[in-house]
């Protein structure tokens, strides 16, 4: 089959055309599609790994939440066991009725310092220095255990207890002891 | 043999070569062709509608969690900060040091030819609670070194009893020049001061060794 020369350009210019349309269906029309699907789910395949440590942090969260929750419980406990008020109003009387026994002297309890507990946030650190002029050693040791036990934030740094010159059956005893006390 | 003539030929012939019009094959391939990219263009499009729902469904669920875990993650410091002062609360009731205990222990071990007149002691604040003690006083007997002597490994042995590490050594022994009287008897004496060491609690982990690096 022979074509004649104004069939050949028709040819010519329905393949140029051809080729035109292809090229603008690729570069106009599919092209932005693609590539639109191709962005979304990398933005997608992004977000993933942020959406399961978002997920793994709640779940963490939740989890400290409530051991935190328990620790407050714990922490009201302890907090019921000092009274209000400043701790030197409520203390020193405290030492000198767990202290009072038959023949011994009032105690006398100074307030030494007061600084906030670094480590422990809302407590401060309180010192005192307890004398104890007159006492007898075994009823001491006792009314000793009873106020260790009954002061579980209480902790005695230094002890003394020296023999009476002027009454030897009687000695007296100093102590220095730090308590943690709530703000 | 009969003669077939054809008259149509002519026809039929300019028939085939208007169906072979390579102009109208051509139409016809590209209307082809465009049909099918159509077709896919628009399944593509029905794909990226579908993975725009499922990023917006994403994009959704992000925007949701991210803050939730941000403000979540600034909580759990305070409950940190909670759990942790009740811990350490906890640790400084639990490993405090009782003197009451300690009194019992020593006055348990003395015995009526042995008089302390002075006990003095400091807990040293750590992990690992230290505690010095200074016992002083006289022993009295036929040989009051000897009285001492089982005085301090008394005192020892009852505190191994209770703490990890005990020791008792004495800082000063000597015969002092005044006598006792014990039961009746006159008795030669001696002064004593024992230094008694306890420590109890547990000693932190050693670090593991390191590679040296060759």
Same mark, same amino acid.
């Given at each position: 089959?022979?074509?004649?020369?104004?069939?050949?350009?028709?040819?010519?210019?329905?393949?140029?055309?051809?080729?035109?349309?292809?090229?603008?269906?690729?570069?106009?029309?599919?092209?932005?599609?693609?590539?639109?699907?191709?962005?979304? %789910?990398? &933005?997608? @395949?992004?977000?993933? $790994?942020? !959406?399961?440590?978002?997920?793994?942090?709640? #779940?963490? *969260?939740?989890?400290?939440?409530?051991?935190?929750?328990?620790?407050?419980?714990?922490?009201?406990?302890?907090?019921?066991?000092?009274?209000?008020?400043?701790?030197?109003?409520?203390?020193?009387?405290?030492?000198?009725?767990?202290f009072k026994t038959e023949g011994s002297d009032k105690a006398l309890t100074r307030?030494?310092?007061?600084?906030?507990?670094?480590?422990?946030?809302?407590?401060? %650190?309180? &010192?005192? @220095?307890?004398?104890? $002029?007159? !006492?007898?050693?075994?009823?001491?040791?006792? #009314?000793? *255990?009873?106020?260790?036990?009954?002061?579980?934030?209480?902790?005695?740094?230094?002890?003394?207890?020296?023999?009476?010159?002027?009454?030897?059956?009687?000695?007296?005893?100093?102590?220095?002891?730090?308590?943690?006390?709530?703000? | 043999?009969?003669?077939?003539?054809?008259?149509?030929?002519?026809?039929?012939?300019?028939?085939?070569?208007?169906?072979?019009?390579?102009?109208?094959?051509?139409?016809?391939?590209?209307?082809?062709?465009?049909?099918?990219?159509?077709?896919?263009?628009?399944?593509?499009?029905?794909?990226?509608?579908?993975?725009?729902?499922?990023?917006?469904?994403?994009?959704?669920?992000?925007?949701?969690?991210?803050?939730?875990?941000?403000?979540?993650?600034?909580?759990?410091?305070?409950?940190?900060?909670?759990?942790?002062?009740?811990?350490?609360?906890?640790?400084?009731?639990?490993?405090?040091?009782?003197?009451?205990?300690?009194?019992?222990?020593?006055?348990?071990?003395?015995?009526?030819?042995?008089?302390?007149?002075?006990?003095?002691?400091?807990?040293?604040?750590?992990?690992?609670?230290?505690?010095?003690?200074?016992?002083?006083?006289?022993?009295?007997?036929?040989?009051?070194?000897?009285?001492?002597?089982?005085?301090?490994?008394?005192?020892?042995?009852?505190?191994?009893?209770?703490?990890?590490?005990?020791?008792?050594?004495?800082?000063?022994?000597?015969?002092?020049?005044?006598?006792?009287?014990?039961?009746?008897?006159?008795?030669?004496?001696?002064?004593?001061?024992?230094?008694?060491?306890?420590?109890?609690?547990?000693?932190?982990?050693?670090?593991?060794?390191?590679?040296?690096?060759?």
């Amino acid at each position: 089959m022979k074509l004649g020369k104004e069939e050949t350009k028709r040819l010519f210019l329905a393949g140029t055309f051809a080729l035109a349309v292809v090229y603008a269906f690729f570069n106009g029309l599919l092209g932005p599609v693609l590539r639109d699907q191709v962005a979304k %789910r990398k &933005s997608i @395949a992004e977000l993933a $790994p942020q !959406i399961q440590a978002a997920k793994l942090a709640l #779940a963490k *969260a939740q989890e400290s939440e409530k051991a935190a929750q328990s620790a407050k419980d714990v922490l009201a406990q302890i907090a019921q066991m000092t009274p209000h008020g400043a701790p030197v109003a409520w203390f020193p009387p405290q030492v000198a009725a767990a202290f009072k026994t038959e023949g011994s002297d009032k105690a006398l309890t100074r307030l030494v310092g007061e600084t906030p507990e670094k480590e422990i946030a809302g407590y401060d %650190r309180v &010192s005192w @220095a307890i004398e104890l $002029p007159r !006492i007898e050693f075994f009823s001491f040791g006792q #009314a000793l *255990a009873e106020f260790e036990n009954s002061h579980p934030l209480l902790e005695i740094y230094s002890l003394s207890i020296e023999g009476n010159r002027e009454a030897a059956e009687t000695q007296r005893v100093l102590m220095s002891a730090q308590h943690l006390i709530k703000k | 043999m009969a003669l077939r003539l054809n008259l149509y030929h002519e026809i039929e012939r300019d028939k085939r070569a208007k169906s072979r019009d390579p102009l109208k094959l051509g139409i016809l391939a590209v209307l082809f062709a465009g049909a099918g990219m159509l077709s896919y263009y628009f399944w593509q499009l029905g794909v990226l509608r579908g993975v725009e729902q499922d990023y917006r469904l994403t994009r959704a669920q992000f925007e949701e969690l991210v803050p939730k875990a941000e403000a979540a993650k600034k909580s759990e410091q305070e409950w940190a900060n909670v759990v942790k002062a009740k811990e350490r609360l906890l640790e400084r009731m639990e490993e405090r040091f009782y003197w009451a205990p300690f009194l019992a222990q020593v006055s348990r071990v003395v015995e009526g030819d042995v008089q302390i007149t002075k006990l003095s002691g400091e807990v040293q604040a750590a992990k690992i609670r230290r505690c010095n003690i200074a016992v002083e006083g006289v022993a009295a007997g036929h040989d009051p070194r000897k009285t001492a002597e089982q005085l301090r490994v008394a005192i020892r042995d009852e505190l191994q009893t209770r703490f990890r590490v005990v020791n008792a050594t004495f800082r000063t022994l000597e015969e002092s020049p005044t006598p006792a009287s014990i039961n009746g008897k006159i008795q030669g004496t001696a002064l004593f001061q024992i230094q008694i060491q306890v420590a109890s609690g547990e000693e932190a982990p050693p670090k593991p060794p390191t590679r040296k690096k060759r």
